[in-house]
């Protein structure tokens, strides 16, 4: 996987010096960017992974050639006509999607981890945050569906802030609708596995990100239900540093292990094996 | 406490309440054209002021002190009530409660969340802020509902989950996915009721249902007025906009069809009338019961997964 | 139920000083012995809810003359030969069984709660302290496999030390077999509701005294699995007065409501009734 | 730590150790015939001693400190260890730890009572004294191997469960029954065996099985005979009757009935000899595996049952 990020970069012979380095967000290291890109955005000095797209997230994740996307065509919609200060949702969906080249925050599909068969949704934070709103549980909802159908493992890597204010009650309603299909799943005897990225909170934590069979989070990523400043506010008091990093959360028992980027694949095809394994 | 758009509502009713008082006291104090025309003026100013509330008015009278409050609903509504305490895992939350309960001649199980009237009240119940405590009870209580076979009566009314230190330790986002996860699959009807104030995810963790009823006065949001006007705007003063943009208001949610029915409140709101809101609320509790009785077992499960299937609105380009 | 405990005084002349008083374990208050027997051992002062036969216990809670024993005749063997410097446990069984006319620590039957069919098994502390042994086990199992067989909910009241030593390991796996009975009661749907008294700890309260579907304690009984010697010796302080009561199990999530002894068999009435209720 | 019924089998280990390093050094040392003549004598004291281990004794050897722990078991039995963490409620206990595992070409869940060999280590995982958290991490991960229809291998060596407060307060009492409830519904095979202290409540609640088995010096008690002495002789010191009369050790179990198969350690314990101990459990943990194997889930379930039926002695009349 050393192509790594290499494709979307075309040579130049004139590099700005601030494009020269990446600052890490948690540690402040300054790394070069090609060293940065080739460790698969992980700071090599904190070990924080960094947020990376969709696309980045298959190629580590899935053997090449096997992706096939299911329901891409599924797109935002704007049911309440929802306007703030800076303008619509309606332009803001359509400026997100020229930007990343995405019709929703999550990318579904079925496809191979060492030749064997899953169906996996990646949700990217570029799009709106990574936020849930009706294209994005829908997807979700459908992937698990899919998988249920042909009983193939289902695998969700979250990055999200939690839901989209911007489709209000809808929005909240898809942590139950996502959540019927987990249920589905979980009784239908289909492995769910979850995988928690910088960073998973809100909405999303509080629906299907947390009920995997196994959860499985990156090193260091930001793991919560309520913000940390909100919670600051309530308890009138500083939080740990530590509070909601996925280090804090295996603690806590809601972690199943932290795992590094680089061995992401390789454990999931481990744990995959021992599902019905003879 | 006084909502400014009421206007002069309480002080005409504080002169109502004092003449009423001084015609039991003296028989022949010349009060009745003054109440009589004391109550027309009520009357109509709360028809002024309620049938063309905006949202975050409405928000205002959604988290009116005085509205009646879960235990009120029980008290009014259920012959008979036996709570039962505990997750069986760490605590007791008081945010959530519930119990066996008696609607007329059915049996139900009722959760919900219960706020407080008083500060004490308010600090044992966190404000009807449930803990992951709460919602493993509820859940424990759903299950206990299934295993006797009786249905589950839901009531949403708190300001969200809990958002303390304690409350992340303990996962209260487990807590709240656990109870959407498990909630799609109870085979025993489950009707869901937003009686106040619908906090995003700290409601919708017991608020999966087979039928969700909104009183009239009520809101339910993704997330608070305020919070998103911070966010948004980045000013939470706007959060009358907020208000406005969101829909929180139950007859912009069934519009969007997200609720099954608004169960109208008396003029003047639930907190006027304790008796009148108690009656359309019990009403409506054994309208869906009945109805529900007679869905089997797996037609239940089956239908509420399609319910949910159905909500979201997107296009496919 | 104003007959309680009155049988089994016949009248007598001349009654010793001390005989005339009861002494509150809880509180130490001194009640007439006869105030304390109508009121069902109960402290008029502190609402300390003492132990009590299980006859005394089924005469509270069962209909009169619908009591059916069952496996009245399961009594103790002594499988391990076991003694200890004041006596075998062949004796000391035998000398407990003349003392209490019982055959073990647990009686067990079918009988009626206000017209309601119900399994009951009912222990009795003043049988080596209700302990838990070879024949209490199988007692409590037969007992909830009749109850499967006839679809009638099952209650269990524990009173009980724990395990009994005196039969070694086999008392330890009569955790396992009670637990196995009230699993198939589970899967059965058959309503199985645990009274807690004054004492459930051990090897009881850490297999079917937790596992109701309601669980239900008396005021102020001592709840707990470890010893608060053993405790206090592990964590070198001293506990609060109020550590494994009741109260503390309830606040702690494990019981479902406390329910005065007075109360229980309408409170049992009235909770049963809700059974696939109409 | 030094056994004083094993004489003076450490100092004559001791010499043999000094001698194989002299000769390792020094090829041509003469320490030939005092090496096969420690040998022989070492030999036979094992056989003097651990052929004829008192009740008390065998306590002892099965609290040895360089007993394998559950860690050393899986480093040498498994080609593979993925530690699953936590219980989903409340933390990750370290006195019970557990994962997915393969032996062989099996695929397992493995769980089991985690000790330490330093007072760190110790002081981690409580000394192998479990807390709730650490049952309900294990009731967790046996559900997954159900889910995932792999057989479950519980390694039980543990004082008993952890008597702290906190512990008490999180329902040590219900973590465990309910352990003892759902174990005996798993639809897959469990195979418990006993690798040094079956403490009491502490060790069944990881315990309940299809086939149990233990190493011949483990003890497995419904009380330590420290507790059983100062409880019935009012003397901790009478410890070694107490062990006698409780028939803590393989050999008396399986008499009674109560295990199913003893795994014979090699010749002075488990503690002197890693190797040929991980061998023999390696090879009866796969026997177990192959013979269960055949067997259907209900079936399974159904013989269970009736296995925990059996357990008891009692007469009627
Ligand atoms: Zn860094
Ligand atoms: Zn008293």
Tied chains: 1, 3.
Aim: with cysteine; proline share 4%; charged share 30%.
């Amino acid at each position: 996987m050393g192509w790594f990020r290499k494709k979307e970069k075309p040579p130049e012979v004139v590099v700005a010096k601030e494009d020269l380095w990446t600052i890490c967000p948690s540690c402040k290291a300054h790394v070069y960017k090609d060293e940065w890109d080739k460790n698969f955005c992980v700071c090599p000095q904190c070990n924080f992974h960094d947020k990376i797209t969709f696309q980045e997230r298959l190629d580590i994740l899935i053997d090449p050639g096997t992706f096939r996307e299911i329901n891409e065509e599924v797109t935002t919609a704007d049911p309440l006509e929802f306007k703030d200060d800076k303008g619509s949702y309606a332009e803001k969906a359509e400026s997100t999607k020229a930007k990343t080249n995405m019709k929703e925050a999550v990318v579904t599909g079925r496809g191979k981890i060492h030749g064997i068969r899953v169906v996996i949704s990646v949700m990217d934070f570029r799009f709106l945050g990574g936020s849930l709103a009706s294209g994005t549980g829908e997807k979700i909802l459908l992937a698990s569906e899919y998988a249920l159908r042909h009983a193939y493992p289902y695998i969700v890597v979250s990055a999200s802030g939690g839901a989209r204010m911007h489709e209000g009650i809808i929005s909240l309603m898809q942590m139950a609708k996502t959540c019927a299909g987990i249920a589905r799943l979980k009784k239908g005897g289909i492995p769910y596995i979850s995988i928690l990225t910088d960073p998973t909170t809100g909405g999303v934590s509080a629906s299907f990100a947390t009920m995997g069979d196994i959860n499985i989070a990156e090193p260091k990523a930001l793991i919560g239900f309520a913000g940390r400043r909100v919670i600051e506010e309530t308890i009138k008091q500083k939080l740990p540093d530590d509070f909601q990093t996925a280090e804090y959360v295996l603690e806590h028992g809601f972690i199943d292990q932290i795992v590094n980027r680089k061995e992401m694949k390789n454990f999931l095809y481990k744990v995959l094996r021992y599902w019905k394994a003879k | 406490m006084n909502l400014d758009f009421e206007k002069n509502m309480p002080e005409i009713e504080a002169k109502i309440a004092e003449l009423t008082k001084q015609k039991t006291t003296d028989p022949n104090a010349k009060v009745e054209d003054q109440l009589t025309d004391l109550q027309k003026q009520l009357e109509s100013l709360k028809k002024e002021v309620y049938s063309s509330l905006t949202p975050w008015q409405t928000v205002q009278v959604a988290r009116h002190p005085n509205r009646p409050l879960l235990r009120d609903y029980i008290a009014g509504i259920c012959g008979e009530f036996i709570e039962l305490h505990g997750d069986r895992y760490f605590g007791d939350d008081q945010g959530i409660i519930g119990g066996f309960a008696t609607i007329e001649d059915r049996h139900v199980m009722i959760i919900g969340h219960q706020k407080g009237k008083t500060l004490e009240e308010n600090v044992k119940t966190n404000f009807g802020m449930a803990t992951p405590d709460g919602y493993r009870k509820a859940l424990r209580l759903m299950k206990l509902a299934e295993k006797f076979k009786i249905p589950i009566v839901s009531f949403i009314d708190t300001p969200g989950a809990y958002p303390g230190a304690d409350a992340e330790a303990r996962g209260q986002a487990e807590a709240i996915a656990r109870n959407l996860t498990e909630m799609s699959q109870i085979e025993v009807p489950i009707i869901v009721i937003v009686t106040g104030e619908g906090g995003s995810g700290g409601a919708l963790g017991i608020g999966v249902g087979d039928v969700i009823l909104m009183l009239s006065n009520s809101v339910y949001s993704v997330i608070s007025p305020e919070g998103c006007a911070s966010i948004l705007w980045r000013d939470g003063s706007k959060a009358p906009e907020a208000a406005e943009a969101l829909k929180v208001t139950a007859d912009s949610l069934s519009k969007l069809g997200i609720i099954d029915e608004i169960i109208p409140e008396p003029l003047g709101g639930a907190h006027r009338d304790y008796e009148g809101t108690l009656r359309v609320v019990k009403q409506a509790l054994l309208k869906h019961l009945n109805i529900l009785r007679r869905v089997s077992e797996r037609k239940l499960v089956e239908r509420r997964f399609e319910k949910y299937c159905r909500i979201g609105r997107f296009k496919r380009r």
